[in-house]
């Protein structure tokens, strides 16, 4: 219990922190930064719901992304901002709802490879076949921000505030979820799901909502990434994005509230300071991957939980 | 759960099938309301896949299960438990990194929401944990209730397992050999615990112990083969030298 | 725990607070003139990026390294040849202050780049893109391009195959949105000049095996293969067509389908093929051969048409901010938008304030065999076709 | 007709990618997401013997080797002690393979497009069945053919395959019968790593060998090994046979339908045979 | 000496304890028998003998030589062979290759394959099927050959008698006196009395992860109603 409360701690300090930092300081690079981890770590945090918690391994989730981006650039001009990022989000949990008819078919690792290639059906049809909607490769650019309450968020600083506002709401509900009863059924699925069944619960219902609400994570944070950059492409589609996903949220930590922002927070940072500091950053970021896989076993948040227990253990 | 006398489960000429071997040929027979029927035979004679087919975790190739004068073939898994059937495995399916609490919560849970709350945490349902605690008591597992269930002995993940069973409130409870593991000194105690668990209950045992069997038992059915071979008091069955020469071995 | 705690969220304060201290924003007098440079140093069109920056350094060092008095500074970044880190790497450079983009290598990358250049109001100077996207009248109004068009190269394939006498074509077209408006171009134009098209296939981008496509062609009775693929698609393709030949009995052209780096890619099957070339060291005038000595001197190297086109266009696009005396970024596109690059190294460039795209000649060469000290594949300059001839008026 | 030549080559072509990945998977139940990077490093890695020695052939012959060689080092430095970890992490340390990789082949060769000729012994085409045939496609098939055979002969016919094929069923039991698993799943690493070298050195004569083309095969190994059964050689070539015919058959008629062919194929896969199109008994978890 | 014995094992599976404080051992040529009900441990030990469960604490002895540390394959090149439970025939491999694989390590000694073929005909006949389309029986005796093939001196044999035919255990019976004769000791796992009392000369009994009896067969009999309660058969 004493962990949760420290990971729970170690979590308000970080945002706390990221929204002290753009008014600390004038950088609007590091707030162009940090509204990046905002976003991927949303993205991840939802990510973690069906990966961590119920032990389903995604590898389609870009397409949940990219849809959202899409489902953004092309009906914010016409419907406004904030009922534009709603249907982003209904459109991440409606086609998380599609995958999920095909992928919860079969499970385990073929689970994993049936949403891989949905997913990538998706990313060639966009980039090819559906081209007068996506505009192809090239994507589509000139994505709006908002203008709402006589603020205009096309200034960083604004939009700053309100990718806050957003990854706050978002954390706290999953926060929520995670510790709900929907979220002990959900550990209770990943444990041992023949039991689960048994004692009562409707394993792939409960698999398909889990599904579900993550697509719609996904389906905001792609909307948040489309409108940050004032661009949408196939590439968020592509399974690569999935990848990179996945791979956050292992370095920061499975099954954690925490772990995947950290995850997110910790390969940003990395790349962007590693980038300025020597070419060959992309080498050692493989590195640290390769190190992280052998001696962090359960991710940074494995290594805050270890401190954590050393230090309950010194003061006692 | 029905108290009076009447049949509560009925098996109708059972087949489970792999491939071209028959595991249950054809098994039908009724149970009677609140007894406790032992599940005897030979390793290989298709007890658990029987237990399966009941459960719901093994597709029948022929036949129809009915449970209190429903059809509960058609059912998934778990509708079958919302409709009354409980079960525990012979394998231990626990759900490790959980405390014994927060297992039995979670089958409280599922018994009671028919969609799982997402709105508060789970501690802060006082309904789902008087429940729980009433069964932790039952199984005698007060103790142990924040030792993580992995950490158990045999014998009390065993215990454990039926206290998952049992929470929700089934009518018919299916114990797949739910005393092993349990040290001798504590046989007996195990015994009167379950019988004092499951009273009121129509329940279906498979045990190995033929003691443990013949002390718990109301009626004995043994199954050889895929098939029934006979059923009766243990004192019957004890006797029967049809099941002694199948099971027992007839050269003691 | 409850000082390890505090100590822990300190630490986590740290790890956010260490990034932001890299660069003040933007001051009203800039210390500097901060170009940043978006190309791509890695993924399909890695190869290009390198010489492009080489281009850019030169054209720099030329006028000692300062634009209005002030020190230019380039930070370049690698967008992996993809849009969506093109527009990352360009946000958080504008986000420190920088005054201009130049770049991208890639269209799609350019076009995702020129979005943001609307937004916030900064130019963007392209100088090989070739989408026709890109400048179109009234585009987008902070973007040029000093280089060629899609559309022109394909109007000198047509030029070329007229000029050839080819008169049955068969086209391979990469499945993408400008590829295929430049092969709807030719087959349109081409249909004017009495030239019959006898097969096309789409194949998909980054295809890596022809050989059925190429079969088809070589069975049919083309005399000419149209190659509307670029890239590490068009090194694919002609690798694959030379292991049948193709290359002796048809006659194979495209937009942009061959230049130095990537006839080496080919080897030898790169001989004889046509293709478009957007800037070519062997341009006969002062300007160029004063650029190709420097260069040369400097890089050990001959300057690719990706480093030509970069030095041409960021020495422009300097001369004309030079030219305002001004830090007003509007007062920069508006000269821009205006003016005229009579010593360009192809010789006479107009900037044309409808689409902002420089009116330029095309030139058209074919791979040959060079003699050292020039490469052992080198593009020959066969025909200069006439701006008038490429560019519809506007 | 020539569609068939040509379908044959892009198959074997396939399978000479796929056959490592499947290999490895088989025996460490690894998938190995580095596998496109060994494939270009085995292209590199041949371009460099080329221009030492001018021959293909002695690239053909030795960069498999070395990149066997490295793989071995790989395994057991890196993958040895996480076997026992959820299979998960081994995806991200196969990750960070890729990284380094990449960055390695940057550092050692540079960002120019690289090229090995095609080897003067199959440079000319052939004329047969109406087309000009390249006669390197018959090479490939040739040699395709042969690899396949000799993989299917080692895991079939051969000590080590019976080893090989005993260790992954049950490695618990095969280690009681005296056989060190940890040295065969070394040897299957390395193995594997060659394979998909050698799949490199086959194609650098037709594409130009540039820092992405690891990167742009690995969908299509994943296909083969799926579509055949993860851990399945014999699937694998039943597969990349299916595959590279409908490809050949996909460029003849549609073209630009070939990718959605490929992965229509590949999730009607997954949904109705997960265990693979070939497997004898189609399980589903 | 022991050909094999263990001393004061513990072991654990995760966080709980299977076993507690147990020492078994054999002589050379030598049939000892575990016997115990379903979880009683026996199974846990032999897999503790072969080196598939760790040692917690407590040694492994092989002659004179400490073999704790050893891994499994170590222990199989030292002459142990392990029959297990469920026979663990390697299906993807034919009936000669599941045989043919324990001679891999080249171990010496009397056992050939001609000889297996011999103590187990059926086996000849079915030599190129898969080891998956095997009877329950001829599995059994295909992991016994295979134990034999890696000529040990210890054998490790997991209730091999379990689910089959009289008949077939009968034959069974007869292969593993005609083993035991070549000098190879056994230790036999059986969950009932029979066929211990057929074939071994010490039995020892297990019991909630502990041997709670040990001695003799006469002892055994002797003593027989406590140990059929102790094994409730």
Known sequence: ?316 | MSMSTGISLQCENILVAFGGLKAVAGVSRSFESGRIYGLIGPNGAGKTTLMNALSGHATLSAGKVILNGRDITKLSVHARTRAGLGRSFQITKVFSGMTVLENLKLAAFAHLYRVQPFWMPAGRFADVRQSAEKVLEQIGLGRLAHAPAENLSHGDQRALEVGLALLSDPSVLLLDEPLAGVGHERLEQAIELIRRIVAGRTVLLIEHNMDVVMQISDEIVVMVQGQLLASGSPAEIKANPAVRAAYLGNDE | MDRRTFLMSSAGVALMALNPVTSSGAADEPGEFHIAGILAFSGAYGIIGKDMRQGVELAIADRGGKVLGKPIRVSWEDDETKPQPAVQKATRLLAGGAQMMFGAVGSASTLALQGLADQRKIPLLATISADDKITRPNGSRYTFRTSNTLGMEIRMCVEFAKVKGLKKIYGVTADYQATRDGWDLFVAEAKKAGIEIVGNDYAPLGNRDYSVIVDKMAKSDADGIAVMVTGNDAVTFLKQSGQVGLNKTKVQFGPVLQDETLAAAVGPAAVGVYSGVRYHFSVDNPANKKFVEAYRAKYNEWPSSFAGEAYDGISWWLDVVEATGSWDREVWVDAFAKSTRGNSLEGMKVMRACDHQAAQVGLWGVVVEGQSPLPPLTMKITDVFDASKLFDAC | MSTIVIGLSLSFLLFLLAAGLTLIFGMLGVINFAHGALYMLGAYVCYQIVHWTGSFWIGLAFAPIVVAALGAAMEVTTLRPVYSRDHIYQLLLTFGFILVIEESVRLIWGLDYKQVPTPALFSQPIAMLGSQIPSYRLFIIGFGALVSALLFLLLDRSRLGMVIRAASSDSEMAQTLGINVSRVRTAVFALGSGLAALGGVVAAPLVPIELGMGFSVIIDCFVVVIIGGLGNIKGAILAALLLGMARAAGFTYAPEWVELITFVLLIVTLMTRPSGLFSRKGRSA | MSALALQDCDVYYGKAQALHHVSIDVAAGEVVSLIGRNGAGKSTLLKAAIGLNAVHSGRRLMGDRDTTALKPYELGRLGLAFVPENRRIFPNLTVEENLKIATVMGRKGPWSLERIYQLFPRLLERATQGGDTLSGGEQQMLAVGRGLLTNPEVLLLDEPTEGLAPLIVEQLIEAIRTINAEGVAIVLVEQNLKVPLKLARRQFVIDNGRVVWSGTSAELQADRARIESLISV
């Open chain 1, 1 to 316: 219990m004493s962990m949760l409360r420290l990971d729970q701690i170690i979590m308000a300090a970080i945002i706390a922190a990221m929204m002290v930092v753009p008014m600390m300081s004038a950088s609007e690079e590091s707030l162009n930064l940090v509204s990046l981890i905002l976003i991927w770590g949303l993205f991840a945090v939802g990510f973690d719901l069906i990966f961590g918690m119920a032990g389903m391994l995604s590898f389609g989730h870009a397409a949940m992304f990219g849809t959202g981006g899409y489902a953004l650039a092309l009906l914010a001009p016409q419907f406004g901002f904030l009922p534009a990022l709603l249907v982003a989000a209904l459109a991440g949990a409606m086609l998380a709802f599609l995958l999920s008819v095909f992928a919860l078919r079969v499970s385990g690792l073929f689970f994993s490879l049936l949403t891989l290639a949905l997913a990538q059906l998706i990313y060639i049809l966009a980039s090819t076949k559906l081209r007068a909607f996506t505009g192809g490769l090239d994507g589509i650019p000139g994505v709006p921000r908002p203008v709402m309450f006589g603020v205009d968020f096309y200034n960083n600083r604004n939009f700053f505030y309100f990718l806050i506002a957003v990854f706050v709401i978002g954390v706290a509900i999953m926060a929520v979820l995670r510790v709900s009863p929907f979220g002990n059924a959900l550990k209770a699925v990943q444990a041992n799901d023949v039991r689960a069944e048994q004692i009562g619960y409707n394993v792939q219902r409960l698999r398909q909502c889990a599904f579900m609400i993550s697509g719609a994570y996904a389906g905001v944070s792609g909307a948040l990434l489309a409108s940050l950059m004032f661009y949408v492409s196939p590439q968020m589609l592509h399974w690569s994005t999935s990848g990179d996903v996945l791979i956050m949220t292992l370095l920061g930590g499975k099954g954690t509230l925490l772990g995947p922002v950290l995850g997110v927070a910790v390969f940003e940072v990395l790349k962007e300071e590693l980038s300025q500091f020597t070419q060959h950053w992309y080498g050692i970021l493989g590195i640290v991957f390769i190190l992280c896989t052998i001696f962090l076993p359960n991710g940074i948040a494995g290594l805050f939980a270890v401190l954590g227990r050393i230090g309950k253990g010194a003061s006692k």
